[in-house]
């Protein structure tokens, strides 16, 4: 894949497919985004649905933008940019939840209760 | 002999693709061990969300949606018409088209940025300072990383419109402009988790 030229000029096929691309990560991204505050100020949902609807839809908006802005699919081209990337989220799952959960079991040994100290 | 010369050509060419697709790639490892940096920051927010409240707000008392709502939308507005600069670049966009998005999307994370400092200093005055809680360290360290790559990234941004009214469009200049298209995106999808987990979940 050639990331910055191109053979063909604005007015062809292949632009206006990539454009496409853009147009539906931004349009799919405003939808979610604005989903997301609307459960929030909404609060039609309980608590604990409401977060967790709030977190699967803040997951979709980052898969579509990886796929539409940072051009992330199956294809061959950009094999190595995905394993690269699958890779980081195996390290952030690791890490991420490795440190949350060593400091609440540090938390819950010195006796600090949730939003206490 | 005619065809010596264009398998040469092409071969040439083949290995110039294949320097401009590494220096991408590289940066793409770069951008991935910021990745990294970000997610650990916002383990280190959710757990001082949790048990660093101490006598400080919580961030429900702390947060409202409307402002950061339009600062999203900012960014993300940014983060296409970044979008609509690099495709048109590639196809072959004239560079006073190139620029002139490049600045529109300059312009639109300078909103952002200006509306995350008005937050912060609306918090400051009402006496939430980062000594108060560990919360509110957490909130000023991971919010404000973002903003500082914003701000790089602008200056960047800048940098980079000097460097084309000085050397034109070459595939050089066009690569960094790639290149921080990339910075620009990975920042918009690392404010999707602040923004889902900070602002969203917090109001909760």
């Not at chain 2, 360290?141 to 914003?150: A, F, I, P």
């Given at each position: 894949?050639?990331?910055?030229n191109?053979?063909v000029?604005?007015?062809?096929a292949?632009y206006k497919?990539?454009?496409?691309?853009?147009v539906?990560?931004?349009?799919?991204?405003?939808?979610?985004?604005?989903?997301?505050?609307?459960?929030v100020?909404?609060?039609v949902?309980?608590?604990?649905l409401?977060?967790s609807?709030?977190?699967?839809?803040?997951?979709?908006?980052?898969?579509?933008?990886?796929?539409a802005?940072?051009?992330?699919?199956?294809?061959?081209?950009?094999?190595?940019?995905?394993?690269?990337?699958?890779?980081?989220?195996?390290?952030?799952?690791?890490?991420?939840?490795?440190?949350?959960?060593v400091?609440?079991?540090?938390?819950?040994?010195?006796?600090?209760g949730?939003?206490?100290m | 002999?005619?065809?010596?010369?264009?398998?040469?050509?092409?071969?040439?060419?083949h290995?110039?693709h294949?320097?401009?697709?590494?220096?991408?790639?590289?940066?793409?490892i770069?951008?991935?061990?910021?990745?990294?940096a970000?997610?650990?920051?916002?383990?280190?927010?959710?757990?001082?969300?949790w048990?660093?409240?101490?006598?400080g707000p919580s961030p429900?008392?702390?947060?409202?949606?409307?402002?950061?709502?339009i600062?999203?939308?900012?960014?993300?507005i940014?983060t296409f018409?970044?979008?609509i600069c690099?495709?048109?670049m590639?196809?072959?966009?004239?560079?006073?088209?190139?620029v002139?998005?490049?600045?529109?999307t300059?312009?639109?994370?300078?909103i952002?940025?200006?509306?995350?400092?008005?937050?912060?200093?609306?918090?400051w005055?009402?006496?939430?300072?980062?000594?108060?809680?560990?919360?509110?360290?957490?909130?000023?360290s991971?919010?404000?990383?973002h903003g500082?790559?914003?701000?790089?990234?602008?200056?960047w941004?800048i940098?980079?419109?000097?460097?084309m009214?000085?050397?034109?469009?070459?595939?050089?200049?066009?690569s960094?402009?790639?290149?921080?298209?990339?910075?620009?995106?990975?920042l918009?999808?690392?404010?999707?988790?602040?923004?889902?987990?900070?602002?969203l979940?917090g109001?909760?």
């Amino acid at each position: 894949m050639d990331y910055i030229n191109s053979d063909v000029g604005m007015d062809s096929a292949e632009y206006k497919h990539d454009m496409a691309r853009y147009v539906w990560g931004f349009a799919l991204s405003v939808v979610l985004t604005l989903a997301g505050v609307v459960i929030v100020a909404g609060g039609v949902f309980s608590t604990g649905l409401a977060w967790s609807i709030v977190g699967i839809l803040g997951i979709a908006q980052l898969v579509i933008q990886f796929w539409a802005f940072m051009h992330l699919d199956f294809s061959k081209e950009a094999r190595p940019d995905l394993y690269l990337v699958l890779f980081t989220f195996l390290l952030i799952i690791l890490m991420a939840a490795g440190t949350v959960w060593v400091l609440a079991d540090l938390a819950s040994r010195m006796g600090m209760g949730a939003g206490s100290m | 002999m005619s065809n010596t010369g264009a398998a040469h050509a092409a071969s040439h060419d083949h290995g110039h693709h294949d320097k401009t697709g590494t220096v991408i790639f590289g940066f793409w490892i770069f951008l991935m061990s910021d990745l990294i940096a970000f997610s650990l920051m916002i383990a280190n927010y959710a757990d001082a969300e949790w048990h660093g409240i101490a006598n400080g707000p919580s961030p429900h008392e702390l947060f409202s949606l409307g402002l950061p709502t339009i600062e999203t939308m900012a960014l993300l507005i940014s983060t296409f018409t970044f979008g609509i600069c690099t495709l048109g670049m590639k196809y072959g966009a004239s560079m006073k088209r190139t620029v002139g998005w490049l600045i529109l999307t300059l312009a639109l994370g300078a909103i952002f940025l200006g509306i995350e400092l008005y937050e912060f200093h609306e918090f400051w005055t009402e006496g939430n300072t980062p000594q108060v809680s560990g919360f509110l360290t957490a909130y000023y360290s991971l919010v404000g990383l973002h903003g500082l790559h914003v701000t790089s990234g602008i200056i960047w941004g800048i940098l980079l419109m000097v460097q084309m009214k000085t050397f034109g469009m070459n595939d050089l200049i066009k690569s960094r402009l790639v290149r921080l298209g990339l910075f620009w995106h990975m920042l918009d999808i690392v404010w999707i988790a602040l923004f889902t987990k900070v602002y969203l979940m917090g109001v909760l």
